[in-house]
T-cell receptor, first 114, second 115 residues
């Protein structure tokens, strides 16, 4: 069975602080894909990143960075110098190679205060 | 804008009624997925269609059904509605039948309220 756990249900930071959102996953498959999605207050789900299980390189995109560690089954997301516009619910999700359905974590609500 | 469209944006209806939610995938995408987001269950996969055929099924109730038409748009039919069916229903699309090789792009969602 697959499972994604986002232990932090809510995080509050002040603008310009760095913040890390944790994601821990469980799967028996050796090939799988991990995703992060952002859900702003408007409600849509915005794709942020996809990583496959064979690529453990960290990725940086502007103020966003992701740390994938197979040894700890974690795929954490860091926002550097947070901004008010980063306020949203962030979801981590897992998909195994032959599957089609995304298994989502419970989400982390990030509130960035000015 | 993901390129996936969903109508209507909001729907308010009474218990026992039937509704149809519509989704148009991104141009060129053959797979359509339906997800339900509710406060108690979180984001859950319901069903996938690929090029007109059902490809995968998740936690979809028997009162719910879906189809994908030759022009690749999809409809999710919800019948005998209950209060607990109130949720945000998302449609997503991807180019392939097995989506590990590509992302699923989500539409803006349809918010269903059952009163």
């Amino acid at each position: 069975a697959q499972k994604v756990t986002q232990a932090q249900t809510e995080i509050s930071v002040v603008e310009k602080e760095d913040v890390t959102l944790d994601c821990v996953y469980e799967t028996r498959d050796t090939t799988y894909y991990l995703f992060w999605y952002k859900q702003p207050p408007s409600g849509e789900l915005v794709f942020l990143i996809r990583r496959n299980s064979f690529d453990e390189q960290n990725e940086i995109s502007g103020r966003y960075s992701w740390n994938f560690q197979k040894s700890t089954s974690s795929f954490n997301f860091t926002i550097t110098a947070s901004q008010v516009v980063d306020s949203a619910v962030y979801f981590c999700a897992l998909l195994f190679n032959a599957g089609n359905m995304l298994t989502f974590g419970g989400g982390t609500r990030l509130m960035v205060k000015p | 804008d993901s390129g996936v469209t969903q109508t209507p944006k909001h729907l308010i209806t009474a218990t026992g009624q039937r509704v149809t939610l519509r989704c148009s995938p991104r141009s060129g995408d053959l797979s359509v997925y339906w997800y339900q987001q509710s406060l108690d269950q979180g984001l859950q996969f319901l069903i996938q269609y690929y090029n007109g055929e059902e490809r995968a099924k998740g936690n979809i109730l028997e009162r719910f059904s879906a189809q994908q038409f030759p022009d690749l748009h999809s409809e999710l039919n919800l019948s005998s509605l209950e209060l607990g069916d109130s949720a945000l229903y998302f449609c997503a699309s991807s180019p392939m039948g097995t989506s590990g090789r590509s992302e699923q792009y989500f539409g803006p969602g349809t918010r269903l309220t059952v009163t």
